[in-house]
């Protein structure tokens, strides 16, 4: 099936900083999307990317479909931005779509 | 609109039982995903439904089942539990497919003792 890898792992900002985090992929997608967990468990949609750029506030997501990785840039970022970051794809060419989930990336901002 | 609610919130269980958990989509969308979320294996595909079908499943054992009703809410069911059962389970509607924006309801923690 897809791979989905996304880094840095874990990462620690202070309180203003700016950020990217990445998500590769190992085949072609219908579909993107990026999600943050907050500590209690819900994971909010933050984009849904298969390509091109979008922005949202201090959000921005950019998608290469054809070179397979997308970005998330966090600017001036929060105590709130804290949580885990996930990337989820769904491959083309397969019949029955479902999400596949990365890893995910663990954010921790310093105030 | 309201969003995805799931109910229980949290569910302890002991080896053997069974357990069922719940998931209503928000207002008009009929598809809906299921997730188990432990953090070994990270976020895994259960399954998904539409029309009170199930579409696709994901590679768990048959003690995992599930349905769908005519108004689009959606249970799964847990049989045997062990303890390897312990995980966060979300829920997740679209409009038609997971092909569109998803929307996760807060998540079910269950634990097997």
């Known amino acids: 099936g897809i791979q989905v890898e996304q880094s840095p792992p874990d990462l620690i900002l202070q309180e203003g900083a700016n950020s990217t985090l990445r998500c590769n992929f190992s085949d072609s997608v219908n579909n993107l999307q990026w999600f943050h967990q907050n500590p209690w468990g819900q994971l909010i949609n933050l984009f849904y990317?298969?390509?091109g750029t979008k922005q949202n506030g201090r959000l921005s997501a950019t998608t290469v479909a054809t070179e397979r990785y997308s970005l998330l840039y966090i600017s001036s970022s929060q105590t709130t931005d804290s949580g885990v970051y996930f990337c989820?794809?769904?491959?083309?060419?397969?019949?029955?779509?479902?999400?596949?989930f990365g890893k995910g990336i663990t954010l921790s901002v310093r105030p | 609109k309201a969003g995805v609610t799931q109910t229980p919130r949290y569910l302890i269980k002991t080896r053997g039982q069974q357990v069922t958990l719940s998931c209503s989509p928000i207002?008009?969308?009929?598809?809906v995903s299921w997730y188990q979320q432990t953090p070994g294996q990270g976020l895994q595909f259960l399954f998904e439904y539409f029309s009170e079908t199930q579409r696709n499943k994901g590679n768990f054992p048959g003690r995992f089942s599930g349905r769908q009703f005519s108004n689009s809410r959606s249970e799964m069911n847990v049989s045997t539990l062990e303890l390897g059962d312990s995980a966060l389970y979300l829920c997740?509607?679209?409009?038609?497919?997971?092909?569109?924006?998803?929307?996760f309801g807060p998540g079910t923690r269950l634990l097997v003792l």
């Open positions: 990317i298969p390509s």
């Open positions: 207002s008009g969308h009929r598809s």
């Open positions: 989820a794809v769904d491959p083309t060419g397969v019949a029955n779509s479902k999400l596949t």
């Open positions: 997740a509607s679209s409009l038609w497919t997971p092909r569109e924006t998803q929307y």
